[in-house]
């Protein structure tokens, strides 16, 4: 069905326990253009961009799959469109960095969050080092 799925994320924590993953530098905004930009060139989106139904401003670690489908094939409409909505949610509310006065305080949390909300997805797609 797939010939690669990837991992993409700015997290950490999940890059950690992944067996595929790609690290993406920046905050949010940065890992959901990079899943656009997979998406034209014939990927699927496999995971929700906004899962979890927590506003923007409020998680700034983001972790999407993608899968390359066997077939070649072009960009899903569906996948850039739900891809298209979340980019223009995050830059709405100008988000794409960890805030610094939240960086000590709450990063940890946004991070362990960003996890749990993914783990059941990537164990679907075995995508767990675990």
Request: aromatic content about 8%; hydrophobic content about 40%.
């Amino acid at each position: 069905m797939f010939q690669e799925i990837d991992c993409l994320t700015n997290n950490a924590r999940l890059w950690n326990i992944s067996l595929k993953a790609t690290f993406v530098e920046g905050g949010p905004l940065s890992v959901l253009t990079l899943a656009r930009d997979r998406v034209h060139a014939g990927w699927l989106l496999l995971t929700h961009p906004l899962y979890g139904n927590i506003q923007p401003s409020q998680q700034h670690f983001r972790s999407v799959l993608v899968g390359l489908p066997d077939e070649k094939r072009e960009g899903d409409l569906g996948s850039i469109s739900i891809l298209e909505r979340a980019i223009g949610l995050y830059r709405a509310e100008g988000v794409n960095s960890v805030k610094p006065a939240r960086r000590n305080r709450h990063l940890e949390d946004f991070a362990a969050l960003d996890v749990y909300l993914l783990r059941d997805s990537m164990e679907r797609y075995g995508l767990l080092k675990e």
